[in-house]
């Protein structure tokens, strides 16, 4: 991960435009899906969402936020490389654990549950 400390400045306004641009995209791809319902088939419409989008975020991605987007994306793939995955048994085997202990912490609840439950009928007929 990166230590060195920054300070935000606040968006130039270039970044503003951007951003500003990308809330258009978004909302004009949304836009076009409603208008164009009578004239477009649904899938040609989702399209034109999905395009909007892309664009959205590919003007986005030129922005200073945009950058620092991408460096952590960057920086979790490289720690996701060192990550020590299960192996398939011990993944098989944990499973059985956890299904178990909710097993048993729901009986234990329940239990509880029929236990509040008859005192607090044995007060209300007092």
């Given at each position: 991960?990166?230590?060195?400390?920054?300070?935000?400045?606040?968006?130039?306004?270039?970044?503003?435009?951007?951003?500003?641009?990308?809330?258009?995209?978004?909302?004009?791809?949304?836009?076009?899906?409603?208008?164009?319902?009578?004239?477009?088939?649904?899938?040609?419409?989702?399209?034109?969402?999905?395009?909007?989008?892309v664009g959205?975020?590919?003007?986005?991605?030129?922005?200073?936020?945009?950058?620092?987007?991408?460096?952590?994306?960057?920086?979790?793939?490289?720690?996701?490389?060192?990550?020590?995955?299960?192996?398939?048994?011990?993944?098989?085997?944990?499973?059985?654990?956890?299904?178990?202990?909710?097993?048993?912490?729901?009986?234990?609840?329940?239990?509880?549950?029929?236990?509040?439950?008859?005192?607090?009928?044995?007060?209300?007929?007092?």
């Amino acid at each position: 991960m990166n230590s060195r400390v920054e300070q935000s400045k606040g968006a130039s306004s270039t970044d503003l435009a951007k951003y500003a641009a990308a809330i258009v995209l978004v909302v004009a791809g949304v836009f076009a899906f409603y208008w164009f319902q009578a004239q477009l088939a649904t899938p040609v419409r989702s399209i034109i969402v999905a395009l909007c989008v892309v664009g959205a975020t590919a003007v986005f991605l030129t922005t200073d936020k945009g950058h620092k987007t991408r460096d952590f994306f960057s920086e979790t793939r490289f720690e996701m490389r060192k990550v020590v995955w299960p192996t398939r048994q011990e993944a098989i085997r944990l499973t059985w654990i956890v299904i178990i202990a909710v097993a048993i912490i729901s009986l234990i609840l329940a239990g509880f549950d029929q236990i509040i439950q008859w005192l607090i009928r044995l007060v209300l007929r007092q």
